[in-house]
């Protein structure tokens, strides 16, 4: 399963975000990509899914969150 946190360098919650995702990921097998929005593979995903915030959360190619999830919230996505 491929996963891509969105975040951006001046969101005061992403660091938040970024910690839980990083813990999920040794939980449970993914391949976490965390990208920002100011770089290119960022835009890209944003441009695509056309998602106006961030944090923000796509699921092999499909937004599924937006904000900070707990961790129980983030298992449960993701199907555990």
């Known amino acids: ?3 891509q946190l969105l975040v951006s360098k ?3 919650t992403c660091p938040q975000a ?3 995702w990083a813990e999920a990921a040794q939980k ?3 391949d976490l990509q965390i990208l ?3 770089e290119r593979d960022g835009r890209e995903v944003v ?3 056309r998602i106006k915030t961030v944090p923000a959360v796509v699921v092999d190619g499909t937004l599924k969150a937006v904000g ?3 961790l129980g919230d983030v298992l449960k996505l993701l199907g555990a």
């Open 1 to 3: 399963m491929k996963v």
């Open 10 to 12: 001046w969101c005061p």
């Open 18 to 20: 970024e910690r839980i």
């Open 28 to 30: 449970l097998p993914m």
């Open 36 to 38: 920002d929005v100011a």
């Open 47 to 49: 441009s695509r899914l």
């Open 68 to 70: 900070v999830q707990p």
